[in-house]
């Protein structure tokens, strides 16, 4: 089973440590993505879920054929469902 990023789910992997960086420090920034990519592995593997709490944020993905699409990464304190309908299409 492969994972995937959306084009939506890329940009909010990337902006995240960036902007962990930038309020907190370095080796935070490295650990939070570090945990991102552990519970990706964790939702990946159960390929069930379509929402995982992870720290401080949401990852939000649908199953494929041929595996994990991640769509978004959400903080907590957004409504997934506006966060998700305000991106459009995969």
Do not use: Y
Not at 21 to 38: M, N, Q, T, V
Not at 56 to 70: E, F, R
Not at 75 to 82: L, N, T, Y
Not at 84 to 90: F, K, V
């Amino acid at each position: 089973m492969t994972t995937r990023l959306s084009a939506s789910g890329g940009a909010d992997f990337g902006q995240i440590p960036r902007s962990t960086k930038e309020r907190w420090r370095s080796d935070r920034a490295r650990s939070h993505g570090a945990a991102l990519i552990a519970c990706v592995e964790a939702m990946a593997a159960g390929h069930t879920c379509w929402r995982h709490h992870c720290g401080h944020h949401n990852i939000v993905a649908m199953g494929t054929q041929t595996g994990l699409l991640i769509l978004a990464i959400l903080h907590e304190r957004m409504d997934p469902a506006i966060g998700i309908s305000a991106r459009g299409r995969p």
